[in-house]
C-alpha cells in the first residue's frame, strides 16, 4: 500500500500515509520515530496545500512533541497550526482541537492557569459549533473541569463535570467507559467539597461500570474502588472501606511490581481503615508500606505518614510516633498543605511527654488528583 501511494505522487495522500504511519508509531511508543513521520507529514501537506490535513497532523504531531518534553518544539507547531487556520479563513472544529492540545501541553509543563483558559476558549468554541451530543464536546468539557479541580475551583469544577456526565451519556449512552471516568470524577470533585454521600454515590456508579465492562482483575476497577474507599473513609464506614481497599490491593498486587507507587494508595486505604476501626496494631504493616513509596506525591506521603504516627502513638512507640509525625508535617508544608501541618503540629504539640496514647483514632481525609 505504501508503495503504491508514493508511485502515485499526489502530496496530500502521501501527507494523509505519513499521518497515520506517525500517529500509530507514537501510540505504540515509538515517539522519535512517530515524530518524524509526522513531521514530514506536515510538509507533504504543506507541499499540497492541503490546509486542513496540515493543522490535523500539526494537533497531533505537537502533543507527541510535548510528551518527548521537546516544549520549545511543540509550541512552534502549535504556532504553525495557528498560522494555518488564519491562511484557511478559519475552522471552529480544528481550533478547537488545537486548543485543547495547546492546553495538555501547557498541563505537562505545570501550567494550570494557562490550561484553563484555553480550555474554557476551547469549551465555548465548540458549545457554538457542534451539537450537544457530540462526544468532541463531551471530552473537552470533562478536560476542563479536571483542571477546575487541579486549580481548586471544586464548586465550578462539578458543575461542569456534571454537564460533561449529561454530554457523554447523550453521545455513548450510559453504559460506556468514559461515563464511568465522568462518575469518578465527580467523586473527586464532591469528596473535595465534603458531599461524601454524592461523591460515595458517583463513586459507585464509576465502580459498577469498570466492573462490568473490564472485569473484576483490571487496574481501572482498582482505581475506582480507591476513590470509592475514600468515601466510606470520610463517612467514618471503616468496615465497608476496608473492604474495599483490600480488593483493589489484590487486584493491583497481583498485576504490579512491589515497588509501583499505585500501590501506595491501596495500602494507605487498608491502614487507615484499620486505624478507623481501632485495630491499631494491625494497621502499622499497611501504613509502614504505604509512606515508604517514596515517590509518590508529597501529600499522600503525609496523610500516610500521620495516619502511622497516631497507630504508633496508640501502640505505646512514642518516639517513633513523634518522628513520622514531623515527616508528615515537613511533607505536608512541601506540598503546600497548610492546614493538614498545622493539625500535625497541634497534634504534636498536644502530645504529653509520658503518657498512653489517646483511645481516639480517625483515618483522615486525602486528597487523590
Do not use: C, I
Request: hydrophobic share 45%; proline share 3%; no cysteine.
Amino acid at each position: 500500500m505504501e508503495a503504491r501511494v508514493l508511485a502515485a505522487g499526489y502530496a496530500p495522500l502521501t501527507a494523509e500515509l505519513r499521518f497515520h504511519q506517525g500517529w500509530l508509531q507514537a501510540v505504540l511508543g515509538e515517539k522519535e520515530k512517530g515524530a518524524g513521520l509526522l513531521e514530514q507529514a506536515v510538509y507533504d501537506a504543506t507541499a499540497g496545500r492541503a490546509e486542513r490535513l496540515e493543522v490535523s497532523v500539526l494537533n497531533k504531531l505537537l502533543y507527541v512533541e510535548g510528551e518527548r518534553e521537546r516544549f520549545e518544539h511543540a509550541t512552534r507547531w502549535a504556532r504553525l497550526g495557528r498560522a494555518t487556520l488564519l491562511r484557511l479563513g478559519g475552522d471552529a472544529v480544528l481550533q478547537g482541537d488545537l486548543l485543547v492540545n495547546e492546553a495538555n501541553l501547557a498541563l505537562m509543563q505545570g501550567k494550570v492557569d494557562e490550561a484553563r483558559a484555553l480550555l474554557e476558549e476551547a469549551h465555548t468554541m465548540l458549545a457554538d459549533a457542534l451539537p450537544s451530543g457530540h462526544p468532541k464536546r463531551a471530552r473537552v468539557t470533562f478536560s476542563l473541569g479536571r483542571v477546575l479541580l487541579e486549580v481548586g475551583a471544586f464548586a465550578e469544577a462539578s458543575r461542569v463535570m456534571d454537564e460533561a456526565l449529561r454530554q457523554t451519556e447523550a453521545a455513548v449512552g450510559p453504559r460506556h467507559l468514559d461515563v464511568a471516568r465522568r462518575h469518578q470524577g465527580l467523586s473527586m470533585a464532591h469528596r473535595e467539597q465534603r458531599e461524601f454521600v454524592r461523591a460515595l454515590a458517583h463513586a459507585r456508579a464509576s465502580v459498577a461500570l469498570h466492573r462490568e465492562l473490564l472485569g473484576n482483575n483490571h487496574l481501572k476497577l482498582a482505581e475506582a474502588l480507591d476513590e470509592e474507599g475514600m468515601s466510606l473513609l470520610a463517612l467514618g464506614r471503616n468496615e465497608e472501606a476496608l473492604k474495599v481497599y483490600e480488593e483493589a490491593l489484590a487486584v493491583k498486587r497481583a498485576q504490579l511490581e512491589p515497588d509501583d507507587e499505585d500501590l501506595q494508595y491501596s495500602y494507605d486505604g487498608v491502614g487507615q481503615a484499620l486505624l478507623g476501626l481501632g485495630r491499631t496494631r494491625e494497621a502499622l504493616v499497611p501504613l509502614r508500606k504505604a509512606v515508604a513509596f517514596t515517590g509518590a506525591q508529597e501529600d499522600s506521603l503525609g496523610e500516610s505518614g500521620f495516619a502511622l504516627a497516631r497507630a504508633l502513638w496508640k501502640e505505646g512507640q512514642g518516639a517513633e510516633a513523634r518522628t513520622e509525625a514531623a515527616k508528615a508535617r515537613e511533607r505536608f508544608m512541601a506540598s503546600g498543605r497548610t492546614p493538614q501541618a498545622e493539625a500535625v503540629r497541634a497534634w504534636l504539640e498536644a502530645l504529653p511527654p509520658e503518657a498512653k496514647a489517646s483511645k481516639s483514632a480517625r483515618p483522615s481525609q486525602r486528597r487523590r488528583r
